[in-house]
Nanobody, 124 residues
Framework: QVQVVESGGGLVQAGGSLRLSCAAS????????MAWFRQAPGKEREFVAA????????YYADSVKGRFTISRDNAKNTVYLQMNSLKPEDTAIYYC?????????????????WGQGTHVTVSS
């Protein structure tokens, strides 16, 4: 089992950058696929990005492709989401999620472990 805690959210102007971190507990972190989801006010939670256990495969929602980068450091049990060229529509609560195995799915129901979320607000 793994517990995840997000950090790094905040208020930023449009065009700016933020880096979110997701710290995970557990000695088997390297066996988990990791993902970021987000939920904007009044909307359903949506997939943002995901990364395989080795970091060799990454996946992105079309809305963030080219602007966001997901990465991981298994030695530090941490996953990152570098967000550049932020837009007001990126405003949301960002959640980190984990699942065991080599498959890196997009549906949120595929992920077993979730953090409490970190708020990101992008002002225009």
């Amino acid at each position: 089992q793994v517990q995840v805690v997000e950090s790094g959210g905040g208020l930023v102007q449009a065009g700016g950058s933020l880096r979110l971190s997701c710290a995970a507990s557990g000695r088997t972190f390297s066996r988990y696929a990791m993902a970021w989801f987000r939920q904007a006010p009044g909307k359903e939670r949506e997939f943002v990005a995901a990364i395989s256990w080795s970091g060799g495969n990454t996946y992105y929602a079309d809305s963030v492709k080219g602007r966001f980068t997901i990465s991981r450091d298994n030695a530090k049990n941490t996953v990152y989401l570098q967000m550049n060229s932020l837009k007001p529509e990126d405003t949301a609560i960002y959640y980190c999620a984990a699942r065991t195995g080599t498959i890196v799915p997009r549906p949120e129901y595929e992920y077993n472990y979730w953090g409490q979320g970190t708020h990101v607000t992008v002002s225009s």
